[in-house]
């Protein structure tokens, strides 16, 4: 199994790699889970490996968060139990390739743990705690993987067990740093073709934060981008090269700033240009642009003298990746957090809204026609994926300090 990691700067996505890489598809490796089925709210139901009876495999290897005190807290184990199917929508993958995000990184540090663990409570049934969160310790990391279907839930038709398949966990749930891995079918589509299993993990969180960011809060598509001017700040990050691929792809005009040792590879993604945040006069070189359409902050830098560089009364959006929602409600609890996140969401808009344009926060959404139309385009060739490097199962902890 492999595991990719997504990098700020440069080149953007390790690679680690599992020791008895999933290639092939065999019903010995099929799970079962308990043959009385299992409850989803009231609905009770079986998956398709517990009717054939298959044996279950019982425990796999995995690397989990034990606390929030950073990487020193993720440990290994070869006896966490296996995950099974409990909703009808869901699909039990075995990994053999999955990434490190600087997401998982912060996770485990503590970033969005009361937002986190509401939404777990929500949808276990429970009530959460408007006030603090209390995670249930240990869970695995891990956003993006790549391997296949062992088994599903009875709502899902258009995959099937033996799929090779990509796709995302979403942040409330148990990651894909594990052998095996379940999530939902809205957020897993069949891998790219072309691609191994490798190259396909380096993807789908990524991708599918720039598609929520680009078309979902910007506002972009293939449809108009060829009338607008995008500038992306960070653009050699995971977001940012598939952003400026994506966007080159739907004829943009894409400007970036990254570092000087990326340039030239932001130049042959398809950045019209490519200037080094570290130049003194880049700054100067934005300005005499005569404003953009959209501006993604894909570096966190939250800057109020870009909003100077939106076309006014043009309907023109600053879109941030960093916003304060999650590190507001991990400082004040969820109600406090909440009413901070109404504050400065409302307090930034009156600047931007001034000059006719605005200032957006943008989110990780899941989307699974967006992760279909990925992958087309990766088969096609009109973007691909970058790696750094490539690590043994091993070293996962040791790799997530590169980030």
Not at 9 to 23: A, D, G, M, T
Not at 43 to 62: L, P, R, T, V
Not at 367 to 390: F, H, M, T, W
Request: with cysteine; net charge neutral.
């Amino acid at each position: 199994m492999t595991h990719v990691k997504s990098r700020f700067i440069y080149h953007s996505l390790f690679v680690y790699k599992y020791s008895n890489p999933c290639l092939s598809y065999s019903t010995s490796c099929c799970l079962k889970a308990s043959s009385n089925g299992h409850q989803a709210g009231d609905q009770k139901f079986k998956s398709y490996n517990e009717e054939k009876e298959i044996k279950h495999k019982g425990f796999m290897k995995a690397w989990q968060l034990n606390s929030f005190d950073g990487v020193k807290a993720i440990q290994h184990s070869d006896a966490v139990k296996v995950p099974y199917i409990t909703d009808p929508n869901d699909v039990l993958v075995e990994v053999c390739a999955s990434s490190v995000n600087p997401l998982d990184l912060a996770m485990a540090n503590g970033y969005g743990q009361n937002v986190l663990e509401a939404i777990r409570q929500v949808t276990k049934g429970s009530l959460p705690d408007i006030f603090s969160g209390q995670p249930e310790f240990p869970f695995p990391l891990g956003r993006d993987f790549s391997g296949h279907v062992v088994d599903k839930g009875f709502n899902v038709h258009d995959l099937d067990i033996g799929d090779q398949v990509f796709g995302v966990v979403s942040p409330h749930r148990p990651g894909a740093h594990a052998e095996y891995t379940v999530t939902s079918a809205w957020e897993v589509v069949r891998k790219p073709q072309k691609l191994n299993h490798t190259e396909s993990a380096a993807i789908p969180y990524a991708a599918l934060t720039a598609w929520s960011a680009l078309c979902v809060t910007g506002h972009i598509s293939s449809r108009n981008a060829s009338k607008m001017r995008v500038l992306v700040l960070g653009g050699s990050g995971g977001v940012g090269t598939f952003s400026i691929q994506l966007l080159k792809h739907w004829g943009a005009e894409v400007v970036t700033t990254c570092g000087p040792e990326a340039v030239e590879l932001m130049l042959r993604l398809g950045a019209n240009v490519a200037l080094s945040y570290t130049d003194s006069e880049t700054e100067g070189e934005l300005l005499s642009m005569k404003g953009f359409d959209v501006i993604l902050d894909a570096a966190g830098t939250n800057n109020p003298k870009y909003l100077d560089m939106l076309k006014p009364w043009k309907y023109s959006k600053y879109v941030t990746l960093s916003p304060p929602f999650l590190s507001n409600t991990d400082t004040l609890g969820l109600a406090g957090g909440l009413l901070k996140n109404v504050f400065e969401l409302t307090s930034s808009n009156i600047l931007s809204h001034i000059k006719g344009s605005s200032y957006r926060w943008a989110f990780f959404t899941p989307n699974r026609y967006a992760l279909k139309e990925v992958r087309n385009l990766l088969d096609d060739g009109k973007i691909r994926p970058i790696v750094d490097s490539v690590f043994d199962y091993d070293n996962l902890p040791s790799g997530s300090y590169f980030l």
